[in-house]
């Protein structure tokens, strides 16, 4: 039979090639002083080149020689755990195993190692890209074999997790060393996270620490992109999609195709670290889905235990941290799984609200979540809304009490009563969203309740909520319970503006504005959501402002805190008639005191691609 010399030339030889000695040999000379052969050894096993055949026959020697291969041998066993078997043959992938399983077993000193190298695998290998003398590489996002690598890095640490039990004590340090610079690629970023909680389907125990892992390296993300900084980045892209588009007449009618869906049909985010932090928030709510599923039926075990993790995680990173958008969804869409999760977090946040061990500026921020969790989280009941109602007047009152019978002069004073004014802040917000929803059906039985509430002594008491509560809210809120005649608020707000705080010039030129925009440093933690890609999850769970309607919203006497300009500023864009989503964001605290130009909602197409 002829043999083509191309067929020849491009067919590898049936018997692989190599020099020395067997392993056993090599060792053993190694261990007489002789290192030629032990040299040559490691030589060959770093071939980039090497072929599976080769690898196979050395891991089999190796298996034989294992109880040999001691702490002395720390740099050829360094060489064995590169070795590209990922990715290779069945055969080389079960050969390698067989060998990490035998190692840990008889040399549980390399246990770290081994660890270190099968977590290597979690994200896409590096490709190496130069354009005009600049490295941009980055991961390889076209390998078409990456989810049956990561199958095969996953088998690697079960069986490891098998041989040696106490894996998991070791494995989060490893898992913390190797966590992507939150400067990587979103694709980067994706891969490790969603291997890291795959991770915590075969070794439970280090769920918490994983969530903990994960979710504090998104609050870095989360924190660096502010609303306000994602709200440009999207209306700039939205703008610059418009002025690249054909303007020649008859081509195209790009008023029709640049309408509000029109330039971002894509999920991409034109703000980087919104897109890197969308694309991991996309990862965790789908965690949480499968996680709290079986066969499409919610667990309650496997829900509950997820959900003590993940408010453990809340109390330690999430709570005391102020200035996040977005992580905090992740609870919110978990407490949509069922009524009683959202009962007990905000029975969680009440606890904390009220009580006097916890610092302050926790009960406040407990106090934000709970009004804000109760405003927009449309799968609470109303009968659950007013018992939380219920709970936080009470509470204000049983506040007041106290201090009028302190026997001292009570006083406007944030360092002194924030708790009380951030709880008031919380009941007015809830009525500003939910008052409609406790007026339907009812209207009657309705009005009785919001009366019984006694608000009138909330706003008339010495403390003067309304004069350190965001103008926004106040203004709202005013406007709401005079319709109804529940209580008139504007003669206070009325006094107050007479004491308002001195005036500076604005930074940006024209006419001064008060310093006392937030003086409670307030935070509405369940703000609209702005990431595209996991926000089609929150949107159906989520309550946005309805505008009020002429009736609500009557011209008052009071100039700058009633204008009727002033009190649609409030949540400003999100209407009925354009679906907007903007709230009350740290950018639009001074809503109030500023034209409706100043304060706008992101454009309509990146709302809702």
Known sequence: MEIDARDFLNSPPVKTVRFGGSVAETLAKHKQGDSSDYELLKHQLADPDIRDAQIINWLQEFRSSVTQLTKDHEQLIYTILRLPWVGRSQAVVEEYMAFLGNLVSAQTVYLCACLRMVVSH??????????????????????????????????????????????????????????????????TLECYVHNVLRVTVYI????????ELIIGKMLKLDVSASRSDIEEAEENAVQNQRAKEPTEEGLFDMDEDMSADGPCRTTVMAHPVADRLDSLMAVLMAYIKDFCHINGSLSVERTKDLYRDLLSVFDKLILPTHASCHVQYLLFYLCSFRVALAEAFLDHLWKILQSPSQPAVLRQAAAGYLGSFLARAKFIPVLTVRGCLDLLLSWTHRYIDSQDSSGRQACCDISLHGPFYTACQAIFYTLIFRHRAMLEGN???????????????????QLNPLKVCLPAVTSMFAAITRTYQVVFCYTIIERNNR?????????????????????????????????????????????????????????????????????????????????????????????????PSGVGSPPIGFQRP
Not at 132 to 144: H, L, T
Not at 564 to 589: A, H, K, N, W
Request: aromatic share 8%.
């Open 122 to 187: 979690f994200t896409p290998k590096r490709v190496t890209i130069c354009e005009a003398g600049v490295d941009i590489s980055d991961s390889d996002d076209e390998d078409e074999n990456l989810p049956r690598n990561f199958d095969q890095c996953h088998q690697a640490l079960q069986l490891i997790t098998r041989y040696v039990p106490s894996t998991s004590r070791f494995l989060m340090p490893i898992l913390h060393e190797n966590f992507p610079f939150i400067q990587k690629s979103s694709r």
């Open 204 to 211: 439970p125990s280090i769920r918490r620490d994983v969530l």
């Open 443 to 461: 209207m009657k039985k309705g009005l009785e309740y919001l009366q019984s509430l006694n608000l009138e002594r909330l706003v008339m008491c």
């Open 499 to 595: 004491h308002v705080l001195p005036v500076v010039r604005s930074s940006a030129g024209g006419d001064s504005v008060t310093t006392n925009t937030n003086p409670l440093d307030s935070f509405f933690p369940f703000d609209p959501y702005l990431l595209r890609r996991s926000g089609h999850l929150i949107e159906p769970l989520y309550q946005v402002w309805e505008e009020l309607s002429d009736a609500e919203l009557l011209p008052t006497k009071t100039g700058q805190q009633g204008s009727r300009e002033d009190e649609d500023d409030f949540l400003c864009g999100e209407t009925p008639q354009t679906e907007g989503i903007v709230g009350m964001t740290p950018s639009s605290y001074d809503s109030s005191l500023r034209s």
